[in-house]
T-cell receptor, first 109, second 114 residues
Framework: DAKTTQPPSMDCAEGRAANLPCNHS???????VYWYRQIHSQGPQYIIH???NNETNEMASLIITEDRKSSTLILPHATLRDTAVYYC??????????FGTGTSLTVIP | DTEVTQTPKHLVMGMTNKKSLKCEQH?????MYWYKQKAKKPPELMFV???????INESVPSRFSPECPNSSLLNLHLHALQPEDSALYLC?????????????FGEGSRLTVL
């Protein structure tokens, strides 16, 4: 099963784009990449997911490299409410969602 | 209704107690999950139910006993727990088919074992 690695923490200025990287070098062809965030100790909140094409929704964009070994979550205009722990997750073909260690993003005024 | 509801929100129990955590969803999801999250750690997968049948048990100790009595309800029965089992227990659900959807999480049940 693919594991993910993420930097433990990042800062981003309010209004700027936040780019959060994730490595999943052992991902296999049918495994999806998901991103969630968690604020304090609330339940994780879904952000976006993809297989191999880049994806965009109202919250974020997901860029997946052509070899699928890494991805980047982009929050285009970070606000203070985006301060949270962001998790990159690989869902395997057995429908198991394994969380990475997460990146604690702090948006600075 | 796009909610996963977990009760109780907080639970304190002794090591000899028997208690249960409850999770409910009315989105027609047929896959339900239990995760355990210790402080400052990512959620760890415990169990997965698919169409009310246990499909994945991540080698969880038997003092945790899951139950899925119907497609909307998921329970986690707790017995003879240890203080190190204190954690936030998260329930999640998703559509089983098509097999491309996301997990919807509840707000969790915070368990303290004395």
């Amino acid at each position: 099963d693919a594991k993910t690695t993420q930097p433990p923490s990042m800062d981003c200025a309010e209004g700027r784009a936040a780019n959060l990287p994730c490595n999943h070098s052992t991902i296999s062809g049918n495994e999806y990449v998901y991103w969630y965030r968690q604020i304090h100790s609330q339940g994780p909140q879904y952000i976006i997911h993809g297989l191999k094409n880049n994806e965009t929704n109202e919250m974020a964009s997901l860029i997946i490299t052509e070899d699928r070994k890494s991805s980047t979550l982009i929050l285009p205009h970070a606000t203070l409410r985006d301060t949270a722990v962001y998790y990159c997750i690989v869902r395997n073909t057995g429908n198991q969602f394994y969380f990475g260690t997460g990146t604690s993003l702090t948006v600075i005024p | 209704d796009t909610e996963v509801t977990q009760t109780p929100k907080h639970l304190v129990m002794g090591m000899t107690n028997k208690k249960s955590l409850k999770c409910e969803q009315h989105m027609g999801h047929r896959a339900m999950y239990w995760y355990k999250q210790k402080a400052k750690k990512p959620p760890e997968l415990m169990f997965v139910y698919s169409y009310e049948k246990l499909s994945i048990n991540e080698s969880v100790p038997s003092r945790f006993s899951p139950e899925c009595p119907n497609s909307s309800l998921l329970n986690l029965h707790l017995h003879a727990l240890q203080p190190e089992d204190s954690a936030l227990y998260l329930c999640a659900s998703r559509l089983r088919l098509p097999n491309t959807g996301e997990l919807f999480f509840g707000e969790g049940s915070r368990l303290t074992v004395l």
